[in-house]
């Protein structure tokens, strides 16, 4: 990869509870195995050495830990899941390499999702509380309408504290026409995120149609996708 020019990678990590199928890795107790503790500095090592310019980590939560798929909030799996992140932070700064975590890929929910909500601003406000939004993407966003317009409600005041937005958006676009970014662009600008800057995050792998809608919106302050 690095030979034909990649320089940025995207490291999705799946975890689930009682699960360890090689790609999902056990997240009993809110940690992995051993191995992987053990196996994951040497990765991030080598990504240094070949000088890739930065990368990002995805969560991925599968089966119950996901609260995408929860009627009702459940603080067993929160915790859990709020360990994991915990555990393996350190392990991420030590690479010395520049990064960036989202907490839950595709994490923005639409209305009606209450349980999701829930667990975005506790999540939210306990990882800034912690660390700070500085190396954190928070929620990577769906560009829709019902997605991007619940940014200001994930990332406002909310019962579980006021820790603002992220500095660095990262939005998901599949559309050859364009329509899809002109719709974040619109939502988040009506919602107060003028000055917030966005990495594209997903879109049709080396597609030149839709690299050539993107062209014609307004993308000064879009960055370089990482994939």
């Known amino acids: 990869m690095y030979g034909n020019g990649q320089r940025r990678l995207r490291i999705p990590i799946y975890f689930a509870r009682g699960i360890n199928s090689g ?3 056990d997240s009993t107790g809110g940690n992995l195995a051993p191995q992987f503790h053990l196996t994951w ?6 990504l240094k050495r070949r000088a890739f310019s930065k990368w990002r980590s995805d969560f991925f939560r599968q089966a119950s830990n996901d609260p995408t798929s929860w009627t009702t909030f459940s603080d067993d799996y929160f915790q859990e899941n709020w360990s994991v992140i915990q555990n393996l932070r350190p392990i991420i700064v030590s690479s010395g390499t520049p990064y960036h975590l989202d907490l839950q890929n595709e994490g923005i929910p639409p209305a009606g999702y209450d349980a999701l909500l829930q667990y975005d601003q506790m999540l939210w406000n306990d990882y800034v509380a912690a660390y700070g939004s500085n190396d954190t993407l928070g929620f990577s966003i769906i560009a829709d309408a019902a997605h991007v317009g ?9 019962l579980y504290g006021s820790s603002g937005s992220p500095q660095l958006f990262d939005v998901h676009i599949y559309d050859l026409t364009g329509a899809e970014f ?3 662009f619109n939502s988040l600008n009506a919602q107060g995120y003028q000055g917030v800057p966005w990495i594209i995050g997903e879109a049709y792998y080396n597609d030149p149609t839709e690299a050539a809608a993107l062209r014609h919106r307004p993308i000064t302050r879009v960055r370089r996708s990482y994939t």
């Open 23 to 25: 790609t999902i890795m």
């Open 41 to 46: 500095p040497v990765f991030l090592r080598r």
């Open 150 to 158: 619940q940014v200001s409600t994930v990332y406002g005041p909310s």
């Open 182 to 184: 002109g719709i974040a």
